[in-house]
C-alpha cells in the first residue's frame, strides 16, 4: 500500500538499482531575470502573480511533486521576501509535505547561469534534477523522459548532460510562444539534439553542414515544437556552468555544448511529448493564453476547482461551459456568465453583466452593466457600472470608474484609478510608478526585474498625474507601449510579447544553407570571432617560434583558444593553415618573391608540422586543409607555383595523405578559378607523380 | 514522544493519500480499480482508528467525519472513498450501540413514533468511554476489508447464472468486475464477447485483449456501432463507476447509449456492481457529479490554430436513468433498481449520508 507522493518514481527507477536511493531534485529558478512584466512586476515578483487566482510557482511546485520530486531547491532574486512568505505560508513547508522546498536568496543572481554556478559552489545536487522556471505551467509526467535520459547516461557514460521537454503543438497554436519559437535540427534514432536556434521571425535560417553529414540516417528538423522549459540535467550541467562563465541562459548553454560538441563529447538530448500540457508564462500573451487554456481544463488535474495548493476557502466549483465559481460569489439578476468563467471567493457582481472567456479574483466587486471579455483582474479590483474591458489585465487593487472603457491589451498595475468616461486606447500601460524612474534605472543592468527603486522621486512626482490620460479621478501615469530604448535584439519587448504589431513574416520558412567546399565562413558563429582567434593564432605561433616552445605546448594554447572564442574545429584548421602559409608574408611583407617565400615556408612548415597533424586526422580533414591551402593560393595568384612546393613538403612530412590530395584535386574544382589553378604545370606534374607512386605499390611511397 | 511520531506519520499518510487523489486519473479515469480505491480507504481508515487520539466514539467519528471529507473534497468523483467513509462511520455506531448493551435492532429501526419523538441518535450519545470499543472496531474494519477482498469473485461466482452457451454479450469499455465475470464464466460455458472500444480513451481494447487471452471469443467495434450490432446481442453486461441512491448509475461514457440501445432492442442490461460502489448521491448534484478532463483525447494540442477558436469538452461519466436498467449484481446477490434504496438504508446510517 503504497500510497506516497514518489510513489511514481520509485516504480520507474526500480531498474536502475544505483540510484533508487537518491531523491529526486528539482532547481526552481523563481526569477525571469527579465522585465517583461515590468510595470506590474515592480511591485510583485513574477513567480508570485496570479494565473486563475493562484500564484504561478504554486503550479510549478505542484508539477515538480507530482514527477515524484523529493527535494526542490527555489532560487530567488527580486522580492525574495516576498516569495519566500509566500512558500513558508504555503502546503509546500508543510511538514507533511512529500517535497522538501529549500529557498535560497541572493541579490546576485543576474541570471540563470548564475544560479546554476551557485549550485554547483554549494554542491547541491547530486544527481541528476530538474530545471524549471517559475513561472512554469504544466502536467507533463516527466518521468519517461528522465528514465530516457538515465538509461542514456548509463549506456554512453555521462555523455549527454541535458534532455529538455519539448512538447508538440503546430505553428499557430495560440500558446506558442513567438520569442521561444525554436527551430530544432535532431537525430531521429538517439533524440539528439544538432543544432538549435530561435527562429526570432525570421524568414530564412541557416543550418551548418556538419548536421547533414552527421552520419546517422535518419534526422529530422522540427517547427513544431513548443519548448516547455523543463530541462532535466545532469549534475555535469552546473560544472559547465561554472566552467563557462559567460552562459548567462539555457540557450548560450545549449548554443555552447552543441558547438564544442566534439571537443567536450557532452551531447543534449530531446524528449518530445504529445500528453499533457507544457508552457511558461513568458509574456502577457503567454498569460492570456495559458490562463484560457487552464479555464479550459487542457492542464487536467491542474484544473481551479482541483485547489491543489490545499488553501482553506479557495476552492470552488465548476459547472457547464467551464464557468468555476468560488464561495460566497453573488451574481446580479440578467447577469450572464457565458464560458470560461473563473470568479474568486466574495466577490460581488452587478446586475446585466456580461462575462466570458475572464478570471476574476477574490473579493472583487462589480458594478451593473458591465462587459468583460478576456479579461483578467486579480483581487480586490473595483469596477464601477457601464464598463467595458477586453483582453486586458486588471491587478490588484486597480480601480475602474464609470463608463470606462479599456481596449485590447491594456495593463492596469497595482492600485491605478482610472476614470470616469474615458476610453483607454489600444496596448495603454498604467502603472503607479512613473516610467523615468525606470528609464533611470535602466543605465544598470537591463537583464533583470530587480532593481530597487528610488522612493523619493515617487513623491515629487505625485501630482502630476494627466487627467487627459487616466481620466478626472484617475492616478497613475501612462507607459509608453512600447519601450524601443532596450537595445535588445529580439523584437518588442512589451509586455504583451509581438502580438501588439502582428508580423507578417513570422511564417519563417526554413532553408537549409547550400554549401560546397568553401564553406569557409558560413559556419562560422561571428566573423569577428573568427578574425580574433586568426590573429591570436598567429601571436602563438609567432611567439612559438621565438621562444622556441614545444608543438604540444602549441596545440594546448590554440585548443584553449579555440574555446575562448566558440570556434569549430574545422575552422581551427583552416585557420591554422591560412596563419602559417602567410607567415612569411606576415613577416616580410608581400612583395616576396616566391623563391623567397618557399624558402622562409618550408622550415616553418617542418618545424609546425606536429601541430598540423593533431589537428588533421580525418580524411574530411585532410580535404578541408587542402582547400584552405587552395583558397590562400588563389588569394595570392602571384605565387601558384609555391603550392606545388608546399603540397608536396605537406606530404612528405606526412602531414597530407596522396588519396586526400588526388580526391582533392580529381573532385574540389567548383569555379573557373579553382580549375584554372589545377592546370597549373607544377601541380600536373605533381599530381602524376603522385599517381604513379600509387601505381608503383609503397615503396616509392616517401 | 512516539505519540507524537505516530501522528505525523498518519497525517504524511492521509496528506499523501489526498495529493493521490487530487492527481488521480491523468485523463482515462481513476490509475487503480475502485476496489482497490476502496481498500486502500479503509486501511487508512483503520489506522486512523488505532492511532489517532480518542476517548470516545464521538471523537472517532468527528476525527473521521473530518478526513473523510477532505478526501472526498480531494476528488469529488470518486465517490468508493466516501462510501468507505460511512461504511466505518456506520460501524462505530454499531460497535458502541453494542458496547452499551442496546441490541443493534432497536437502534436501527425507525419508526414513525421514533422520527417523531426523539431526535434520532444524537451526538452526545456517544460519549460514554468503554475499553473494548477500539479493539472492536477495528475487528468489524477487518471484517469489512475481507470483505472488500471478496467482491470480485462473489460477483464472479454468479457468473453461470446469467450467461448461458452460446450467447452474445455486448459490454462497453473496461471494468475490473466484468472482466472477473465474464472470464468465470468462459471456464465452463462457450459464449461471444462484443466489446465497445468506448473513445476517447478507448479503455475497450484493453478489455478485449484481457477477454481474448483467457480463451473468449471477442469483437471489439466502434461505438457508433453499437445500435447496429445490438439486435444481434442476448445480454448486456456492464460495469459502473457509481451506483445512485436511485438506481441509476454514473458509468462510464457512452453507457447511456449502450442502455438506450438495450431498452430499443429489449435486450436485457445487467450491471455488474459491487456494494462499495453504492452511493448515496442522487444525480441532481451537479456540480461534483460530471468530471471533465483534459480535452487533449477529443481534439489533440497539435491541431494548432482550431483550438483558440473552439471549446472542446471531454467528460468521462454518463448517467444512466434507473429504468433502463434490468438488474444489477452485487456480492450479494441479484437485485432490482427498485431495490437500491433498501440496500442504501441497511449499508449507510441516514445521518452519515452528508458527511
Known amino acids: ?702 | 514522544m512516539p505519540g507524537a511520531d505516530k501522528e505525523t506519520a498518519i497525517t504524511e499518510r492521509i496528506e499523501a493519500f489526498l495529493a493521490d487523489l487530487k492527481r488521480g486519473g491523468s485523463g482515462t479515469g481513476p490509475l487503480r480499480g475502485s476496489g482497490e480505491m476502496a481498500r486502500e480507504t479503509t486501511y487508512l481508515l483503520r489506522r486512523i482508528t488505532a492511532q489517532a487520539r480518542w476517548s470516545s466514539a464521538g471523537d472517532l467519528m468527528e476525527i473521521i467525519r473530518n478526513e473523510g471529507r477532505r478526501m472526498t473534497a480531494a476528488q469529488p468523483s470518486e465517490t468508493t472513498v466516501g462510501n468507505m467513509v460511512r461504511r466505518v462511520l456506520k460501524i462505530i455506531r454499531e460497535e458502541y450501540a453494542r458496547s452499551r448493551g442496546s441490541s443493534e435492532e432497536t437502534e436501527q429501526q425507525e419508526s414513525l413514533h421514533k422520527l417523531l419523538t426523539s431526535g434520532g441518535l444524537s451526538e452526545e450519545n456517544f460519549r460514554q468511554q468503554f475499553v473494548h470499543l477500539k479493539a472492536n472496531v477495528i475487528e468489524a474494519i477487518n471484517e469489512l476489508l475481507t470483505e472488500l477482498d471478496g467482491t470480485t469473485d462473489n460477483i464472479a461466482m454468479q457468473a453461470l447464472e446469467h450467461i448461458h452457451s452460446n450467447e452474445v454479450i455486448m459490454t462497453v469499455g473496461r471494468s475490473r468486475t466484468v472482466e472477473a465475470f465474464l472470464k468465470d464464466a468462459a471456464r465452463k460455458r462457450k459464449f461471444h464477447v462484443i466489446v465497445a472500444e468506448c473513445a476517447p480513451f478507448c479503455q475497450g481494447h484493453e478489455m478485449a485483449t484481457g477477454l481474448s487471452k483467457a480463451g473468449i471469443e471477442t469483437t471489439v467495434i466502434a461505438d457508433a456501432a453499437i445500435f447496429a450490432v445490438m439486435s444481434r446481442v442476448n445480454k448486456v453486461i456492464i460495469g459502473t463507476q457509481t451506483v445512485l441512491a436511485n438506481g441509476g448509475l454514473r458509468a462510464v461514457n457512452g453507457a447511456h447509449s449502450v442502455a438506450l440501445a438495450a431498452r430499443h432492442h429489449s435486450t436485457p442490461l445487467i450491471i455488474c456492481a459491487p456494494m462499495f460502489k453504492l452511493s448515496p448521491q442522487f444525480p441532481n448534484e451537479e456540480d461534483t457529479f460530471h468530471k471533465f478532463v483534459s480535452p487533449h483525447e477529443m481534439l489533440p494540442f497539435t491541431a494548432g490554430e482550431i483550438l483558440s477558436k473552439v471549446n472542446v469538452h471531454c467528460p468521462v461519466f454518463d448517467y444512466v436513468p434507473p429504468e433502463l436498467i434490468t438488474l444489477f449484481i452485487s456480492n450479494i446477490g441479484g437485485n432490482a433498481p427498485s431495490y437500491i434504496y433498501r440496500l442504501m438504508s441497511e449499508l449507510y446510517h441516514p445521518e452519515d449520508h452528508e458527511l
Request: charged share 25%.
Open chain 1, 1 to 702: 500500500m503504497s500510497s506516497r507522493g514518489g510513489k511514481q518514481k520509485k516504480g520507474n527507477v526500480t531498474s536502475e538499482q544505483e540510484e533508487e536511493e537518491q531523491p529526486l531534485q528539482a532547481v526552481l529558478v523563481a526569477d525571469s531575470f527579465n522585465r517583461r512584466f515590468f510595470p506590474i512586476s515592480k511591485d510583485q515578483p513574477r513567480a508570485l502573480l496570479p494565473l486563475g487566482n493562484v500564484a504561478m510557482i504554486d503550479y510549478t511546485l505542484e508539477f515538480l511533486t507530482s514527477t515524484g520530486v523529493q527535494e526542490t531547491f527555489v532560487f530567488c532574486c527580486w522580492m525574495s521576501n516576498k516569495i519566500k512568505d509566500h512558500l513558508l505560508k504555503s502546503k509546500w513547508c508543510r511538514p507533511t509535505s512529500p517535497n522538501v522546498v529549500h529557498i535560497i536568496t541572493s541579490d546576485l543572481y543576474r541570471s540563470l547561469g548564475d544560479v546554476l554556478r551557485d549550485v554547483d559552489a554549494k554542491n547541491l545536487v547530486r544527481n541528476d534534477f530538474i530545471l524549471v522556471y517559475g513561472d512554469v505551467v504544466s502536467n507533463i509526467d516527466v518521468s519517461q523522459a528522465l528514465q530516457e535520459h538515465r538509461h542514456r547516461r548509463k549506456v554512453d557514460k555521462n555523455i549527454s548532460v541535458m534532455t529538455m521537454v519539448f512538447k508538440e503543438s503546430s505553428p499557430g497554436h495560440k500558446s506558442r510562444c513567438e520569442e521561444d519559437d525554436v527551430i530544432v535540427a535532431m537525430d531521429s534514432k538517439s533524440k539528439r539534439v544538432l543544432h538549435y536556434q530561435k527562429t526570432q521571425g525570421l524568414k530564412k535560417l541557416q543550418f551548418p553542414m556538419n548536421i547533414f553529414q552527421h552520419g546517422s540516417d535518419e534526422f529530422e528538423v522540427r517547427h513544431d515544437l513548443l519548448d516547455c522549459h523543463i530541462s532535466i540535467c545532469s549534475p555535469q550541467v552546473a560544472e559547465l556552468f561554472t566552467d563557462n562563465f559567460d552562459y548567462q541562459t539555457r540557450s548560450d548553454f545549449v548554443r555552447g555544448i552543441l558547438v564544442n560538441e566534439e571537443i567536450l563529447g557532452n551531447q543534449i538530448h530531446l524528449y518530445v511529448t504529445q500528453d499533457g500540457y507544457g508552457a511558461r508564462v513568458s509574456n502577457l500573451q503567454m498569460y492570456d493564453s495559458v490562463s484560457s487554456d487552464m479555464v479550459r481544463r487542457w492542464v487536467y488535474p491542474l484544473t481551479p476547482e482541483a485547489n491543489f495548493t490545499d488553501q482553506q476557502g479557495q476552492g470552488c466549483t465548476h459547472s457547464r461551459h467551464n464557468v468555476y465559481r468560488g464561495a460566497e460569489v453573488s451574481l446580479g439578476q440578467g447577469s450572464q456568465m457565458e464560458e470560461n468563467v473563473l470568479i474568486g471567493r466574495d466577490t460581488s457582481i452587478g446586475a446585466n453583466c456580461r462575462i466570458s472567456n475572464s478570471v476574476i479574483g477574490n473579493n472583487c466587486t462589480i458594478g451593473d452593466n458591465v462587459v468583460l471579455d478576456r479579461a483578467y483582474m486579480w483581487n480586490n479590483v473595483h469596477i464601477s457600472s457601464n464598463v467595458e474591458i477586453h483582453q486586458s489585465v486588471v491587478c490588484d487593487g486597480a480601480v475602474v470608474k464609470e463608463a470606462v472603457r479599456l481596449n485590447k491589451q491594456c495593463v492596469l498595475a497595482y492600485n491605478v484609478v482610472i476614470g470616469p468616461n474615458l476610453s483607454l486606447p489600444e496596448g495603454t500601460v498604467v502603472s503607479m510608478h512613473h516610467p523615468e524612474e525606470e528609464e533611470e534605472d535602466d543605465d544598470d543592468e537591463f537583464l533583470s526585474d530587480d532593481q530597487e527603486v528610488g522612493h523619493s522621486k515617487d513623491k515629487t512626482r505625485q501630482k502630476a498625474f494627466n487627467p487627459a490620460e487616466v481620466g478626472p479621478e484617475g492616478k497613475g501615469y501612462i507607459w509608453k507601449a512600447s519601450m524601443d530604448d532596450t537595445e535588445d535584439e529580439e523584437l518588442a519587448q512589451c509586455l504583451w510579447g509581438l502580438v501588439l504589431n502582428p508580423d507578417p513574416e513570422s511564417d519563417s520558412e526554413s532553408e537549409a544553407s547550400e554549401e560546397s567546399q568553401d564553406h569557409s565562413r558560413s559556419v562560422s558563429p561571428e566573423i569577428d570571432d573568427v578574425n580574433a582567434f586568426q590573429l591570436e593564432v598567429l601571436g602563438t605561433l609567432q611567439r612559438g617560434l621565438e621562444e622556441n616552445i614545444v608543438c604540444d605546448n602549441l596545440v594546448l594554447e590554440i585548443n584553449s583558444l579555440k574555446y575562448a572564442y566558440n570556434i569549430t574545429l574545422k575552422e581551427v584548421m583552416q585557420i591554422l593553415t591560412r596563419v602559417v602559409l602567410e607567415y612569411p608574408f606576415q613577416q616580410q611583407g608581400t612583395q616576396l618573391t616566391t623563391l623567397q617565400y618557399t624558402g622562409s615556408l618550408l622550415p616553418l612548415l617542418k618545424t609546425w608540422s606536429p601541430v598540423f597533424k593533431n589537428y588533421i586526422k580525418r580524411p574530411q580533414d585532410h580535404l578541408d586543409c587542402l582547400s584552405a591551402v587552395e583558397e590562400l593560393f588563389l588569394e595570392q595568384d602571384t605565387h601558384q607555383t609555391a603550392m606545388v612546393k608546399v603540397l608536396m613538403k605537406m606530404y612528405q612530412l606526412e602531414i597530407l595523405e596522396e588519396e586526400a590530395i588526388l580526391k582533392w584535386f580529381s573532385t574540389g574544382a567548383t569555379n573557373d578559378k579553382s580549375r584554372q589553378l589545377r592546370k597549373n604545370q607544377g601541380l600536373q606534374k605533381f599530381i602524376k607523380w603522385l599517381e604513379e607512386a600509387e601505381d608503383e605499390s609503397s615503396e616509392e611511397g616517401e
